[in-house]
């Protein structure tokens, strides 16, 4: 079944709970977001990652991804809004969007008041074949604050090693590496479980068919994109909200770590997927996203320089 209009199809989801009652975190709704979202207490959220379809045609089950403009927005409006209520007053909000609309949510997100730290590029190396313009090979990720002077950013949990450390074998590289970049493509050298020793540049493509990860849905995020998100804006404990769950990476990936999650998705048989994929995610013992190397003198020797 197709819908043309969520806010009609969106199903019943949970009862609304009682003021100041225990609300049912590390879970999934099913439902439409902003009637749900209205649901939950004001200020409960450490971390929002939204990841809303770009409105460009994609084949959702339910969802029907190809609204007029106005409609597009007058909802990216109202779903906006929903996810800033909820935030707490350290949180942060992180949308995912295609080029299309990047300009639009950006312009929307100053105006609901938050503050925006990065315009991240994630670049992508699988994406659709085009014949008559560029093949695209990345999505926006707006990383927005509610208050830029108290919000959780664990820079310890993301550095990674710096081309000073892994390339040019200089000694005066910062042992504890550096932070990302804004553009991540996230090499191999940046993840400690993606490291192979024989390649020297790994870009985290989108989810493809033969991936060990891969669940069948249309547009599944990788989990190191969400890794790198949950890890610096969140402690253990907090709340991670997906909005947008689809098929429930932010979830996976928040319970993997340790955080409570919370997602809404608007297909029932998207969340009994969810569901599926959670029961196979235990809690690890959280560790360093990369553990810093000394400067990497074979390769420097190997590209025919001299380590300093
Ligand atoms: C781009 S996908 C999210 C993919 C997700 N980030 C992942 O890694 O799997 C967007 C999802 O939003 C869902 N959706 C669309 N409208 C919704 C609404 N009003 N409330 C909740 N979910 C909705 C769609 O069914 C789809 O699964």
Same mark, same amino acid.
């Given at each position: 079944m197709r819908a043309e209009n969520v806010e009609f199809t969106a199903r019943a989801g949970p009862t609304t709970y009682a003021e100041g009652a225990a609300m049912p975190w590390d879970d999934v709704w099913t439902g439409d977001c902003v009637r749900l979202l209205d649901q939950m207490p004001a200020g409960s959220v450490d971390l929002a990652f939204a990841d809303p379809p770009f409105n460009i045609g994609y084949e959702y089950d339910l969802y029907q991804? &190809? &609204?007029?403009k106005d409609d597009y927005l007058g909802w990216t409006d109202r779903w906006l809004a929903a996810v800033r209520r909820v935030l707490k007053p350290t949180g942060s909000l992180w949308v995912a969007i295609g080029d299309e609309y990047a300009a639009e949510v950006k312009v929307r997100l100053d105006a609901l008041g938050l503050t925006m730290r990065n315009w991240v590029v994630w670049h992508y190396t699988f994406g659709v074949n085009c014949t008559k313009k560029f093949n695209r090979s990345h999505a926006h990720i707006l990383y927005y604050v509610v208050d830029p002077k108290d919000y959780t950013f664990n820079a310890d949990a993301v550095r990674v090693p710096s081309a000073r450390m892994t390339t040019y074998a200089d000694r005066r590289a910062n042992p504890v590496g550096k932070l990302p970049d804004d553009t991540w493509v996230l090499r191999p050298q940046e993840t400690e479980d993606h490291f192979r020793p024989e390649g020297d540049t790994w870009y985290v493509s989108r989810v493809c068919g033969t991936f060990k990860e891969r669940t069948g849905h249309p547009c599944q995020m990788p989990e190191a994109v969400l890794e790198r998100i949950i890890r610096v804006a969140t402690d253990e404990e907090d709340l991670v909200l997906d909005p947008f769950a689809g098929s429930g990476t932010t979830l996976a990936v928040a319970k993997r770590l340790r955080r409570r999650y919370l997602g809404i998705e608007l297909s029932d048989s998207y969340v009994e997927a969810i569901r599926e994929r959670l029961l196979t995610v235990k809690p690890d013992p959280v560790k360093p996203l990369s553990v810093p190397r000394r400067p990497g003198v074979r390769r420097t020797q190997a590209a025919g320089l001299k380590p300093r």
């Amino acid at each position: 079944m197709r819908a043309e209009n969520v806010e009609f199809t969106a199903r019943a989801g949970p009862t609304t709970y009682a003021e100041g009652a225990a609300m049912p975190w590390d879970d999934v709704w099913t439902g439409d977001c902003v009637r749900l979202l209205d649901q939950m207490p004001a200020g409960s959220v450490d971390l929002a990652f939204a990841d809303p379809p770009f409105n460009i045609g994609y084949e959702y089950d339910l969802y029907q991804d &190809r &609204r007029c403009k106005d409609d597009y927005l007058g909802w990216t409006d109202r779903w906006l809004a929903a996810v800033r209520r909820v935030l707490k007053p350290t949180g942060s909000l992180w949308v995912a969007i295609g080029d299309e609309y990047a300009a639009e949510v950006k312009v929307r997100l100053d105006a609901l008041g938050l503050t925006m730290r990065n315009w991240v590029v994630w670049h992508y190396t699988f994406g659709v074949n085009c014949t008559k313009k560029f093949n695209r090979s990345h999505a926006h990720i707006l990383y927005y604050v509610v208050d830029p002077k108290d919000y959780t950013f664990n820079a310890d949990a993301v550095r990674v090693p710096s081309a000073r450390m892994t390339t040019y074998a200089d000694r005066r590289a910062n042992p504890v590496g550096k932070l990302p970049d804004d553009t991540w493509v996230l090499r191999p050298q940046e993840t400690e479980d993606h490291f192979r020793p024989e390649g020297d540049t790994w870009y985290v493509s989108r989810v493809c068919g033969t991936f060990k990860e891969r669940t069948g849905h249309p547009c599944q995020m990788p989990e190191a994109v969400l890794e790198r998100i949950i890890r610096v804006a969140t402690d253990e404990e907090d709340l991670v909200l997906d909005p947008f769950a689809g098929s429930g990476t932010t979830l996976a990936v928040a319970k993997r770590l340790r955080r409570r999650y919370l997602g809404i998705e608007l297909s029932d048989s998207y969340v009994e997927a969810i569901r599926e994929r959670l029961l196979t995610v235990k809690p690890d013992p959280v560790k360093p996203l990369s553990v810093p190397r000394r400067p990497g003198v074979r390769r420097t020797q190997a590209a025919g320089l001299k380590p300093r």
